[in-house]
């Protein structure tokens, strides 16, 4: 069964940092793109960024780009988001998912992970 | 970046049949994917590629495309079809950026 399960939400003043991770089961990790995405409070669904298979080409929506790293580790399964000067407007549901590259979908979805950026 | 389009609100009566669309030019040029949200959890694929369904997901559930217009139908509305739905696609801009619809909430009557 495939699970993504992710951690490392919660509350952060502005201009902070943190970093969330995404532990990945059931499915051979490094086979696949992996995607964040957010969903602000009572928004919608809002595409962050990704990486390949190998970590060697990384993108960004614009909004996050400078401040926003996705990186990822097969050996541990793990994908990961470090997000940098965090501004109010990046207070979000953050979801790690599956990417199918070939029929562009997104076909497994992590449970989210709270982030609130406020003082 | 490219935006795709989506109606805000529709309603259907309990047992009819309901289109969704998403209009956005990278539709000319890549598939879209829908998304079905309830309240409190996270998005579900439903129809991604041509028109496929995950397994799962009901038959009564079917995609369409043509031009720059993407549509999800419900044929036979259920009472548990009632959800928020999002289109997907690639950003024109690029085919390694995606971007999602602005969002249907769909309320069976």
């Known amino acids: 069964e495939v699970q993504l399960v992710e951690s490392g939400g919660g509350l952060v003043q502005p201009g902070g940092s943190l970093r969330l991770s995404c532990a990945a089961s059931?499915?051979?990790?490094?086979?696949?793109?992996m995607s964040w995405v957010r969903q602000a409070p009572g928004k919608g669904l809002e595409w962050v960024a990704n990486?390949?298979?190998?970590?060697?080409?990384?993108y960004y929506v614009d909004s996050v780009k400078g401040r926003f790293t996705i990186s990822r580790d097969n050996a541990k399964n793990s994908l990961y988001l470090q997000m940098n000067s965090l501004r109010a407007e990046d207070t979000a549901v953050y979801y790690c998912?599956?990417?199918?590259?070939?029929?562009?979908?997104?076909?497994?979805w992590g449970q989210g992970t709270l982030v609130t950026v406020s003082s | 970046s490219s935006e795709l389009t989506q109606d805000p609100a529709v309603s259907v009566a309990l047992g009819q049949t309901v289109r969704i669309t998403c209009q956005g030019d990278?539709?000319?040029?890549?598939?879209a994917s829908w998304y079905q949200q309830k309240p409190g959890q996270a998005p579900v694929l439903v129809i991604y590629?041509?028109?496929n369904r995950p397994s799962g997901i009901p038959d009564r559930f079917s995609g369409s495309s043509s031009g720059n217009t993407a549509s999800l139908t419900i044929t036979g509305a259920q009472a548990e079809d009632e959800a928020d739905y999002y289109c997907?696609?690639?950003?024109?801009?690029?085919?390694?950026?995606?971007?999602f619809g602005t969002g249907t909430k769909v309320t069976v009557l």
């Open positions: 998912a599956r990417e199918r590259r070939s029929v562009v979908a997104h076909d497994y």
């Open positions: 059931g499915f051979t990790f490094s086979s696949y793109w």
């Open positions: 990278s539709l000319r040029s890549y598939y």
């Open positions: 590629g041509k028109n």
């Open positions: 997907n696609s690639r950003d024109s801009s690029g085919n390694h950026v995606y971007v």
């Open positions: 990486i390949k298979q190998d970590g060697s080409e990384k």
